[in-house]
Structures are given as structure tokens and as C-alpha cells.
């Protein structure tokens, strides 16, 4: 089991062009995972689009995170790996690790 | 790189770097406005054959709207990359005014559902289009709102890519043909090695060009091409002949442009006579709505140079290496094979590359039809270098390698001693070369 990693910098990835997602990630004061979702398809998708940050973030065991995602159309995998390599900066890791996704 | 896949890391890449870059304009030049172009390209082809004709048809029109509106252009950069083709242009005009004109592009081009064309003010924010009341931009398919397909992949790739590929047949086959001719050349230069030829290695026998050479020649010839297709397309009524007498008119003026951009030296002069007789065959059967078969382009350039060598060889003093190469030896040379309707391509170098390509994939098949080519071709360009002598040495010598000796893993080796040789004795096969270009062309134009 990997250790929960709670002592992350505040970060982001992504850009505002159609079809990507600009992501920022921050600690957070509460447990868990706070996720904050703007999204022109948030009314059809929001809840899709949010289940599958909770889960690529939990597969990185990050806790004590708000992630504010602004989505602009991006197809899932494109939020998923952003969310990643915005996290992965969050903890100053340079390399993103696109084998787990 | 052209039709070749981009991954998704790299197309991610791409979009954090564009962003970046659009920072630091914005901070090097102030308060200013940029126009940034991508492509609406499903997938990971981005690079597609289409997206490029598409992108260069984007840039030509904002540039002439930015000129129409004399809006001061500061700066223009564009990338090719696997991931994308893209352009920023760095503008001394307020955002809204821009953002206004360009969305008139992205609606009333036929094309310019392909387009994106964000506009980013001084402070970097991108402006949206409905702030501007255009609609949402919506499905190139079926014409709900793009995010929506787009996240629940209605439609395929393919689907996508095929309707793509149809509305450039549709509105931009000249542009489309222009850039398979601007390809074609590029993949004979840089096909490397290649005995005698310039390639990327080296210059081969020539003293007097590089492949910069080349790459400015190509330049140059590209915007000719479309002329000939224009024209052809426009007078496809008139009788054979004086389409021909047109196309040689542009022809000659293609050849001052080349002549211009290489200072002085001949890199692709029988290259422009080829192309001229293709497009001018493409331009007449498009304008009859035929179909490009292999037999419909050889009958059309038979039509064209019915009376090439007649006027050309018989009834003139010979004032270039070919009419030279025929007072001295009797052979037809380039013009011979242009009145066959390039039968030599059609019947021999075309269905060899194909069988090739097949088993030992583009390249390898490249170099081999090259020698191919060379083991047939009565090439001027040699004669007028190494005479008689030389011409019947490079004949056999390709023959026997490619007959005798190769071992498709041996190729390069073998090329590249072909090549010292053919530098030694100071040859070198430019008409083969040319051929091989139109084989390539040929490959990716003809329908079946």
C-alpha cells in the first residue's frame, strides 16, 4: 500500500482552449477531496466528469486537495491526464507517469 | 511527418506550449492583441494531408482580412508538428474588432468549421464567440452542439476524417492537389541516400546546390502548380494543343521563379515540365468531372504532347540538354516519354513501387525504384555530364544492383557506393529522379 501523500504545493496543468481543461490543484484544510467543476457540459457530464477525478486522484493517493477544474469541452482522458500531471507537479514530480492512466 | 500520428502526450504538450508562447508574446509586445489558429482535427491525426491544405487556406485568409482592415501585423510564427499545425499572429488592433472579423471566417468559409481561431486580448484572456453572437460551434456531422459528440464520441474518426477529406476535395482540390506536388518533390530531395543526387547527406555530383537549394525551388514552383491546374480547369474545352501552348506559357514563368529562387541554378526544370503535363491532364479531367485513373491521366497527356516531338526535336535548333541529347544520339529523352503519356511511370515505375511499398514499406521501396528508374530511363541530364559512356555505365550498374546483388537490408550500403562512384565520374540522375517524384505522386492522386 502506497502512503498517502497530503504535503502537496499548489499547481496546475492544462490551458482554456477548446476541447482541454485548465486544472489547478491546492492543499486543503479537510480530509479528503474537494473538487470543484466549471463545465459549458456540466449539466449532461458534470457528474461523469467528476467521478473520474475523484478516481485519478485517489489512484494517486493524494488526500487534503481541492482540485478546481475549467473544462472546456476536453474529452475524459484529456481531464484525467491533466488532472494527473497537475497533481504530479503538485508534488514535484517532473515526469508524468502515462502508464497508469 | 505529414499523415503520420501525434500522441496524446504530445498533442497535451502542444497545448501547454502554445498557451506559454501566447504569454510570452503578450509580454514581449504589450498592448496588443494575437490571433491564434489551430485545426479542428478529430483524433490523432492531426497532421493530416487535409489539415495542412486547410491551415495554409487559414493563414492566406486571416493575413488578407488583416490587410483588408489594415491591421498592423507585429509578428507571425506557425509550427508543423505531429500534434498539430498551428499560428499565432501578434496584431496592434483591439481584440474585439479581431475576434468579430475572424468568426466571419470560421462561419462563412466552407472550410472554416475546420478552423479555430481564437483571439486573445492584451490581458491573455481568449475571447468566446458568443459573447460576440455567434452560436456554440457545432458537430462538423450532424450539427448538435461539438463538446457534446465530441465527449460521447457519436461519431468515428474515420466518419470524421472522411467528411474532412471530402470538403477539401470539394472546395480546396487545387490547394490539395498543389500540396501532393509540393510533397512529392520533397520526398525525392530528402530521400536519402541516392547515388549522384542531392539528398541530405550530401550534394552528390553537383558542385553548384544543397538540399537548401531544393527546399527554395520547391517553394518557388508550389504556387505554379495551382496555376496549371487553374488553367487547365478554366479552357478544358480547348483542343489539346493550345492547352499545352498555355501550359508551357506558365511553365516558362515557373521556370524564371525557380531560376530566381536558386540564383541561377537548375534544380527542377524537368520536374516543372512534368508537373505542368500532369496538372494541366488533372485540371482537364476535373473540369469534365473524370475520375483520375491511370488510364484516363496517360490518354490526357498523350492528347497534350501529341505533337511534342515534332515541334519540339524535329522542326527547332536544339537549345537545352534534351534537344541536344537528341540531335546527338536520337533519343526522345524527357519529351519521348511525356508523348507516351508517361507511359514508363504508369506501366513500369508505378506498379513496381506499389508491389515494393507493399513488402518492404515507402522508403525501401523509394530507393528502389529509384534504381529501377535509373536502370531504364535515357537521361539527358547524365548524357550531357558523362556522354554515351557514362549514361550506359549507370544503366548497367543500377540494373545489376537491383537485379543481381540486393539484399534489401544492404540497400543503403549499397546506395551510398553507387553514390561515391557516381560523385567520382561527376554523374548524376536528375531525369530519374523526377520520375521518381511523379511515381510517388502518381501513387497517392490515382483512383482506382
Not at chain 1, 478516481?55 to 494527473?84: E, H, P, S, Y
Not at chain 2, 497532421?47 to 493563414?59: E, K
Not at chain 2, 462561419?107 to 479555430?116: I, Q, V
Amino acid at each position: 500500500m502506497n502512503t498517502l501523500h497530503v504535503d502537496i504545493q499548489p499547481a496546475h496543468a492544462g490551458t482554456l482552449e477548446s476541447s482541454d481543461a485548465f486544472v489547478r490543484v491546492m492543499p486543503n484544510d479537510r480530509a479528503g477531496v474537494e473538487i470543484e467543476l466549471e463545465s459549458s457540459v456540466a449539466e449532461i457530464y458534470g457528474d461523469a466528469i467528476e467521478a473520474s477525478v475523484l478516481q485519478t486522484v485517489l489512484a494517486m493517493n493524494v488526500d487534503r486537495v481541492k482540485v478546481m477544474i475549467q473544462d472546456k469541452g476536453a474529452l475524459d482522458f484529456v481531464i484525467k491526464a491533466r488532472v494527473q500531471t497537475a497533481l504530479l507537479r503538485a508534488l514535484g514530480v517532473s515526469e508524468p507517469d502515462w502508464s497508469t492512466l | 511527418m505529414i499523415d503520420t500520428y501525434a500522441t496524446v502526450e504530445s498533442i497535451l504538450n502542444a497545448k501547454e506550449k502554445r498557451a506559454q508562447r501566447q504569454n510570452e508574446l503578450l509580454a514581449r509586445f504589450g498592448d496588443v492583441s494575437l490571433v491564434s489558429l489551430s485545426l479542428a482535427i478529430p483524433g490523432l491525426l492531426k497532421l493530416s494531408h487535409s489539415a495542412v491544405v486547410i491551415f495554409d487556406i487559414a493563414v492566406s485568409e486571416i493575413r488578407l482580412l488583416l490587410a483588408r482592415e489594415a491591421v498592423t501585423l507585429l509578428a507571425f510564427e506557425s509550427t508543423l508538428e505531429r500534434s498539430g499545425a498551428e499560428g499565432i499572429f501578434t496584431c496592434k488592433a483591439h481584440s474585439d474588432v479581431l475576434k468579430k472579423l475572424t468568426c466571419q471566417i470560421e462561419e462563412a468559409h466552407p472550410l472554416g468549421r475546420f478552423m479555430d481561431i481564437d483571439v486573445l486580448n492584451a490581458q491573455g484572456k481568449s475571447l468566446s464567440r458568443e459573447a460576440f453572437g455567434y452560436s456554440k460551434r457545432r458537430c462538423l456531422l450532424c450539427g448538435n452542439e461539438a463538446k457534446i459528440c465530441a465527449r460521447s464520441q457519436t461519431h468515428s474518426y474515420e466518419a470524421l476524417h472522411r467528411y474532412i477529406d471530402v470538403s477539401v476535395q470539394t472546395y480546396a482540390w487545387k490547394q490539395s492537389m498543389a500540396l501532393w506536388c509540393k510533397r512529392a518533390m520533397k520526398t525525392e530531395v530528402e530521400l536519402t541516400p541516392k547515388p549522384g543526387l542531392v539528398d541530405q547527406e550530401n550534394s552528390g555530383a553537383h558542385r553548384d546546390m544543397d538540399i537548401s537549394t531544393f527546399y527554395a525551388s520547391i517553394e518557388a514552383i508550389v504556387p505554379f502548380t495551382e496555376r496549371f491546374l487553374e488553367e487547365a480547369y478554366r479552357y478544358a474545352n480547348e483542343e489539346p494543343k493550345g492547352a499545352f501552348s498555355r501550359l508551357r506559357r506558365i511553365g516558362l514563368e515557373c521556370e524564371s521563379a525557380m531560376f530566381e529562387a536558386t540564383r541561377g541554378v537548375n534544380t527542377h526544370k524537368g520536374m516543372i515540365f512534368c508537373l505542368a503535363l500532369f496538372c494541366g491532364a488533372i485540371g482537364r479531367l476535373k473540369a469534365r468531372n473524370e475520375s483520375f485513373t491511370c488510364k484516363a491521366l496517360q490518354t490526357e497527356i498523350q492528347a497534350l504532347c501529341a505533337h511534342l516531338v515534332e515541334a519540339d526535336l524535329l522542326r527547332q535548333k536544339p537549345h537545352s540538354a534534351g534537344m541536344r541529347f537528341f540531335e546527338e544520339t536520337g533519343s526522345l529523352g524527357i519529351r519521348g516519354v511525356a508523348q507516351s503519356g508517361f507511359a514508363l511511370v504508369f506501366e513500369t515505375s508505378l506498379p513496381f513501387f506499389r508491389e515494393r511499398c507493399e513488402r518492404f514499406g515507402e522508403e525501401n521501396a523509394l530507393k528502389q525504384t529509384l534504381l529501377l528508374l535509373m536502370s531504364i530511363v535515357d537521361d539527358s541530364t547524365l548524357w550531357s555530364r558523362g556522354g554515351l559512356e557514362g549514361l550506359a555505365f549507370v544503366k548497367n550498374e543500377a540494373r545489376h544492383l537491383l537485379h543481381v546483388s540486393l539484399r534489401p537490408q544492404d540497400l543503403d550500403e549499397v546506395l551510398k557506393r553507387f553514390d561515391q562512384t557516381m560523385i567520382a565520374k561527376n554523374l548524376s540522375p536528375g531525369g530519374s529522379a523526377d520520375l521518381l517524384a511523379l511515381t510517388w505522386l502518381l501513387s497517392r492522386i490515382v483512383e482506382s
